[in-house]
Every structure is written in C-alpha cells, then in structure tokens.
C-alpha cells in the first residue's frame, strides 16, 4: 500500500531555514508526480509546490516562490522541500501528497510534519 | 480570501442528506477543469473523497456523490452518519493560480 511518511518538521526562528522530506514506498515513484499541501494551525489546505516523475518540471505557489525549493531522489524514493526565510505565515503543518496520474487529485497524503516559525 | 468558495459550515441529522456547494469562476471550473472533494477527519490528514467531478476512490461508500455544473459543484453525504463529521474541502486546478482549495466546510452531525 501506498506510504507517505514526512519528517524534519521543528521550530524555527524568522528568517532561518529548515528541510522536510518525505520517504515514499508501495508504488513506482518515478511515475508520479509528488508534493507538498500546507495547512496553517485552524485554517483551510494551501497547495505549495509539486515536482513531476522524472524531476524535470516543478511548480510553487507564489506564496514560496523565491524561497521554497523543491527536489525528488527516485533512486531513494524521497521527496524534499527546501525552506528558506522562513517566516511566521509559513507555520503550518506539511503533508506530502502524490498526485494522480490523470487527474488533478492528491489521492495520497503523508501525516504531515510541523513547522512553527516562531522567534 | 480563497478562489473556491465554500460554506463555512453546514448541518444536519443523522439519516438526513446534507449537500456543501463549491463556487469558482471562469479560470477554474468554467475552464473545464476537474472538482476534487477531501474529507479530513479530526487530528487526520485530509483523505481524497471525490474526483474527476463524480468518480469514488475504492473504499468511499456510495454514500457519498460529487456533482458540477458550470462554475459550480456539491457534494452530497446521503444516510448522514455520526462518523462523517469532518471538514471538506474542494480542489480544482486554476489557469492563473495552478492548484486551488475552498475555504473547507465543517459538517456537524446534530
């Protein structure tokens, strides 16, 4: 079955940085595209960038755009988010999704790891 | 502000049907472009419950239906249970914005 597990959530000072990954295993990588969704402490799902199977497109939400680097290992099966200067806005917690090979659904999430930006 | 519209809340009785609406507009639905729903459960992270407008992932009971027409889409929870508490929130791609969520509704089961 398909897994998703994040890790490298934490608390952060503004303007710091931090890296998440995401460890993926029960279906062939390579073949899907991978991201990450956002969800701020009480608030609605923020979609923040995605990466395509072979690496070779990716895009970010203009929210992260500039800081935000995203990157995917297929030979290890692993996603990773980037985050630099970091700010309060970006605490939240972060899912690692898979997208759907023909639709535009998130039809697996991981349990999402923490973020606090917080001085 | 979110570029899917939907109602904060909705209600309803155990057994009863309950219908959350999802407006866009002409970059999203009026496009053409597909409907998503989420369920996320207390404490859980969100589970796909609808796609491609109509279609259930294995799993989701039939209870559960997804609909669109123009810029607008519902899903409807028939036989409401005491288990389908949860927020919802609809998804669609958007031409200026890429990929875009509602605001999410919570259901209360009364």
């Known amino acids: 079955q398909v897994q998703l597990v994040e890790s490298g959530g934490g608390l952060v000072k503004p303007g710091g940085s931090l890296r998440l990954s995401c460890a993926a295993s029960?279906?062939?990588?390579?073949?899907?595209?991978m991201g990450w969704i956002r969800q701020a402490p009480g608030t609605g799902l923020e979609w923040v960038s995605y990466i395509r199977g072979d690496g070779g497109n990716f895009y970010y939400a203009d929210s992260v755009k500039g800081r935000f680097t995203i990157s995917r290992d297929n030979a290890k099966t692993s996603l990773s988010l980037q985050m630099n200067s970091l700010s309060v806005e970006d605490t939240a917690v972060y899912y690692c999704?898979?997208?759907?090979?023909?639709?535009?659904?998130?039809?697996?999430w991981g349990q999402g790891t923490l973020v606090t930006v917080s001085s | 502000q979110s570029v899917l519209t939907q109602p904060p809340s909705v209600s309803g009785a155990p057994g009863q049907t309950v219908t959350i609406s999802c407006t866009g507009g002409s970059s999203n639905f009026g496009t053409g472009y597909d409907v998503q729903w989420y369920q996320q459960l207390p404490g859980a992270a969100p589970k796909l419950l609808i796609y491609?407008?109509?279609k259930r992932p294995s799993g989701v009971p039939d209870r559960f239906s997804g609909s669109k027409s123009g810029t607008s889409a519902s899903l409807a929870i028939s036989g409401l249970q005491a288990e389908d508490e949860a927020h919802y929130y609809c998804?669609?791609?958007?031409?200026?914005?890429?990929?875009?969520f509602g605001g999410g509704t919570k259901l209360t089961v009364l």
């Open positions: 491609g407008d109509i």
């Open positions: 998804q669609s791609f958007d031409t200026n914005l890429r990929e875009v």
């Open positions: 999704v898979r997208l759907d090979g023909d639709y535009e659904a998130f039809n697996s």
């Open positions: 029960g279906f062939t990588f390579s073949d899907f595209y």
